[in-house]
């Protein structure tokens, strides 16, 4: 009996390390992606800090608020993209368990 329950702890243990180590590969993992886009991000700023500094300097002068609108937009429609991808993942989702 004592020798069965022995086992049976021994077993959660290793079930329990097993698990630890998965996360811990994800946590290793989800860190390189992390990394990855901080310096995406940053290449991203310093392009745009360029391509805004070109425009001003640009002749004849160039409708910097127009373009700034453009950037807003363009944003916008970026973000109910996104909005649009994750609500049809969550009907998948949905309809992959009826």
Known sequence: QN???L??????????MLQLI?????????QGEVSHLKRSLQRAETEA????EEVRGQEPKVDTAYIQER????????KLRLLL????????????KF
């Open 49 to 52: 800090k360029v391509l805004w």
């Open 22 to 30: 998965d996360k811990s590969g994800e946590v290793t993992r989800l």
């Open 3 to 5: 020798e069965k329950e």
């Open 7 to 16: 086992q049976d702890v021994v077993k959660q243990q290793e079930e329990k």
């Open 71 to 78: 950037v807003l937009l363009r944003q916008e429609v970026d």
């Open 85 to 96: 991808l994750e609500k049809e993942d969550e009907n998948l989702l949905l309809s992959d």
